[in-house]
């Protein structure tokens, strides 16, 4: 695949690695939502189907990404935080029990355990990261199983932590946890359509996925897939178009007990949004039509020798086994990062600092000028 920043509006000054903290809007995503304002302004055009049709359009297309087979088990969320939300309200957990999550991951992953676990008397085990550089992801891979037990409820993380990369082995995650009875959760904003995912081969319990990073979509629109043992659940919030019938809007007030099939239930409220979706439908289209291992193949081109360059001058980036190549961590010294954080600016250089990491984050917007910029900085910081 060649550089595809000709598909998006980034200014060519700056060398934009940061995917991880918000992708940047391919020009004809702008267009569908500029398309969806319009339409707006004539609502007597906007038919009671159009509540429902491009919902059905990103259940496939999502679906579709992840090699789902059931696309009514996938809904859409507002954020992370709404659908661990959903998975935490139907997790019983009593004394004595536990949940285990990878230290230093996202809060919208962490705060709603962290609750769940002082209300009702359980134990949140925070699985740190190993203190070495050597097969560092490995070891954490091994204390990640090592924690799961007979008390724990639930495994909720990362397919790579967002701070720096780090692969958490979900197969064997989810052997570890099939042995315990524990229900497996990911949270794939950081890594589905840019690493490649399949629900048949991992089959966790939820996938919980914010729209606006590597599935290059707006804010507040996102994907939360859930398996069988959230089929009878209780969802956190009772909106109308989730109930039985809601397409017929002459009967909403015939109140249903039942939900639409499959995971409906735990869908947001105004979830039919008509300026969102259509951005959203035209971003996956994209990715489909790239192919999420293309993607994942052109950063791993892209980054490879800069790495090499980036090692040589004493810093420490993960093995390429075991993180991605569209997110990866560059340890830097903490008492030279203010001077990086001066340098990237002279440089306009993007990326994230997390932690002891600085977060590099490409997409095939980014070519080898930005590498060398990046590393231009960080040589000018030591
Ligand atoms: C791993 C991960 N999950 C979730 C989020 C966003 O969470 P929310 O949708 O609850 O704002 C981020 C944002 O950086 C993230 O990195």
């Not at 250089?349 to 590498?371: L, Q, T, W």
Request: aromatic share 10%; with cysteine; hydrophobic share 40%.
């Amino acid at each position: 695949m060649n550089c595809q920043r000709k598909k998006f509006n980034l200014s060519k000054k700056y060398a934009y690695l940061n995917c991880a903290y918000m992708a940047p809007l391919l020009k004809k995503v702008e267009k569908a939502g500029m398309a969806g304002i319009k339409a707006k302004r004539q609502p007597y055009k906007v038919t009671g189907e159009d509540f429902f049709k491009d919902v059905e359009i990103l259940r496939i297309l999502f679906s579709d990404l992840i090699n789902n087979p059931e696309p009514n088990r996938v809904v859409m969320v507002p954020s992370v935080s709404y659908g661990i939300g959903n998975v935490v309200n139907n997790i019983a957990l009593t004394k004595g029990e536990n949940v285990v999550l990878t230290e230093g991951q996202f809060p919208s992953n962490v705060y709603p355990w962290k609750h769940h676990c002082e209300k009702n008397g359980g134990e949140l085990m925070l699985v740190a990261a190993p203190d070495t550089e050597d097969q560092r992801g490995s070891k954490w891979n091994e204390n990640i199983l090592a924690a799961i037990n007979n008390r724990t409820r639930a495994v909720s993380l990362g397919h790579v932590h967002w701070a720096d990369g780090t692969l958490f082995h979900l197969k064997a995650i989810r052997e570890k946890c099939n042995k315990v009875g524990a229900a497996l959760i990911i949270d794939g904003t950081q890594s589905i359509g840019a690493y490649p995912f399949d629900i048949q081969e991992i089959k966790p319990d939820a996938l919980i996925v914010a729209g606006y990073k590597w599935l290059l979509g707006p804010y507040t629109s996102g994907f939360a897939y859930f398996g069988e043992r959230f089929d009878q659940g209780e969802p956190i919030e009772h909106n109308w178009i989730n109930r039985l019938h809601s397409e017929d809007f002459a009967n909403l007030v015939n109140y249903q007990d039942a939900y639409q099939d499959g995971a409906s239930r735990y869908g947001m409220g105004q979830q039919s949004n008509f300026i969102a979706n259509p951005m959203l439908i035209t971003a996956i289209k994209q990715l489909r039509s790239w192919g999420v291992e293309n993607i994942q193949n052109y950063c791993a081109d892209l980054i490879e020798p800069t790495l090499a360059e980036v090692r040589d001058l004493g810093l420490y980036v993960e093995d390429k086994d075991a993180r991605g190549a569209h997110l990866f961590g560059i340890k830097f010294p903490q008492e030279k990062m203010d001077k990086l954080a001066n340098t990237l600016k002279t440089h306009r250089v993007s990326v994230s600092v997390r932690g002891e990491f600085i977060r590099v984050a490409p997409h095939v917007y980014n070519d080898d000028r930005d590498m060398r910029k990046l590393v231009k900085a960080l040589k000018e910081a030591l």
